[in-house]
């Protein structure tokens, strides 16, 4: 009885599949297959990924009836075919996947599976922060589990509904600064660095309306207006959004400490992605999971635990479409010692936004000149770094890592880096680097990390994703020999 978890409709459409042991058999994003970014919508290469695990049962990520109810609420009306969940599903697969049992959950509910019940804690305070989802915008939980049954529990604590939204109010200074909203969020991010984090007290005076209750003044639904701070810098609204959301996730985690449910901090949601805040809250909780897909995507997987109600067997994001075959260590070692950049295609595609070493782009991360070397590739802002890949071991020695984060295995945080001068490519225009830190984990990153190591004596490599220029993170070895021709960069399988 495999269960088949689904999020789609609304943005990055993706699906988990999951046996009745709680293993992960497969989670992947449509985009990766569709080539468009952030596809809505599943694709046929997705659903034939899926067609070879038969799930029995079909559970979906959210209320569809409740989130028409709140569309009709905020004015956008209400789309008749998409109030039940058959419909949707049948939307969506065609009728290639029929299940006679078929369940939807609460969209919250289903980020706050996603986290607990992948994350080693039997007990935890979860909080979810997004855009918005039916009503709620940030809801905390308590959860655990059932001692005798293993059943997973939840207790809702407190929520905020639409239209108070930190989600919302992000996405409406990423559309200020002319980038594109519910996608270039993580761009924003990178140029706030470059702003006075000061503007983000006027910007306060004039949107919220209790920064404690997370209230604003008005619906950001609609973005900030064109005229919204019209004499600031698109690099001081970056600076004064990332600093104000900070300020009113914090309020957040000091309202979910004070229930005292427990010190383990489950955080997901959009919002989670945020790794510039993240390095803020292990001041809240000694004990963080951040699921290394907190977002809608990651949902698909939280409304399949719900469905199997127990602990899933985490084992990692490489959980996607197979490329088979040995990691090719040697390859990419060699590539990387002659010509200092190489692509790698192997294994299982990352589920999530970060590619981690199976579609990575990696670079010898040393000297001034590997950063443009990269962006001839790339070309993306200049103003970006990319990130680092480490030995997990040897990451206090080249950064600061914030406290709440012994590691950072999914690259959920910054950390001000030691030695900048070392590695500019890596390092933020702030000192700060999002750093990925590797375990002794048998993975084939980590044996290409040590070989790296004994040879060079550099514990890092940069890591940056594997994507032709617009397009979604490769995916198959078609993807990979499209990257080679385009750019003249071997890609290893
Ligand atoms: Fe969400």
Redesign the pocket.
Same mark, same amino acid.
């Given at each position: 009885m495999n269960i088949l978890g689904i999020s789609a409709g609304f943005h990055d459409a993706a699906a988990t599949v999951i046996s009745p042991q709680g293993d992960i058999l497969f989670a992947g994003h449509s985009e990766r297959y569709s080539k468009k970014k952030n596809d809505a919508d599943f694709c046929q290469g997705l659903v034939d990924e899926v067609l070879e695990y038969g799930p029995d049962v079909v559970a979906y990520y959210e209320r569809p009836w409740l989130k028409q109810l709140r569309q009709w609420y905020s004015g956008q009306g209400i789309e008749w075919s998409k109030l039940t969940v058959n419909q949707i599903l049948k939307q969506q697969l065609g009728g290639q996947i029929e299940s006679k049992q078929v369940y939807s959950f609460n &969209?919250h509910l289903s &980020?706050a599976a996603a986290g607990f019940q992948t994350s080693p804690f039997d007990r935890a305070t979860v909080v979810v922060i %997004?855009a918005i !989802?039916e009503w709620d915008t940030i809801s905390i939980w308590g959860a655990k589990y059932d001692k005798k049954t293993g059943q997973a529990n939840y207790t809702k604590l407190w929520r905020q509904r639409y239209p108070h939204s930190i989600g919302l109010f992000y996405s409406g200074a990423t559309g200020r600064v002319g980038l594109r909203p519910l996608d270039e969020e993580y761009i924003l991010m990178g140029m706030a660095a470059y702003g006075d984090r000061r503007h983000a007290m006027p910007m306060q005076d004039r949107l919220i309306a209790h920064e404690y209750e997370i209230q604003f003044r008005e619906n950001l639904h609609i973005g900030l207006n064109a005229d919204f701070m019209p004499n600031t810098s698109d690099m001081d609204i970056a600076a004064g959004a990332q600093e104000l959301a900070e300020q009113l996730i914090l309020n957040v985690m000091t309202r979910a400490k004070k229930f005292a449910w427990s010190d383990n901090l489950i955080y997901m !949601? !959009?919002v989670a992605l945020n790794c510039a805040a993240n390095a803020r809250i292990g001041n809240y909780f000694d004990n963080i999971w951040i699921m290394p897909c907190p !977002? %809608?995507a990651g949902?698909s997987l939280g409304a399949a635990a719900l469905a199997l109600g127990h602990r899933i067997n985490w084992r990692g994001t490489s959980l996607g479409h197979d490329i088979p075959g040995p990691y090719p260590v040697n390859g990419l070692l060699d590539r990387l010692l002659t010509e200092q950049i190489v692509g790698v295609a192997s294994g299982r595609a990352e589920f999530g936004p970060r590619a981690l070493g199976n579609r990575s782009l990696l670079a010898d991360p040393r000297g001034s000149e590997i950063k443009e070397k990269v962006n001839e590739i790339k070309r993306r802002q200049q103003f970006r770094p990319f990130a680092p890949v480490i030995l997990e071991e040897l990451a206090d020695m080249y950064f600061d890592m914030p406290r709440g984060f012994s590691h950072s295995r999914y690259m959920q945080t910054i950390a001000r880096c030691r030695v900048p001068e070392l590695f500019p490519a890596i390092v933020h225009v702030d000192g700060t680097s999002r750093v990925q830190t590797v375990p002794k984990d048998g993975s084939g990153i980590r044996e290409l990390l040590e070989k790296w190591y004994v040879m060079t004596g550099c514990p890092m490599l940069l890591n940056t994703s594997l994507n032709i220029r617009g397009e979604p993170m490769v995916n198959d070895r078609a993807d990979a020999d499209r990257f080679e021709k385009l750019y003249g960069v071997t890609v290893c399988s």
């Open positions: &969209h &980020h %997004d !989802g !949601g !959009g !977002g %809608d949902s």
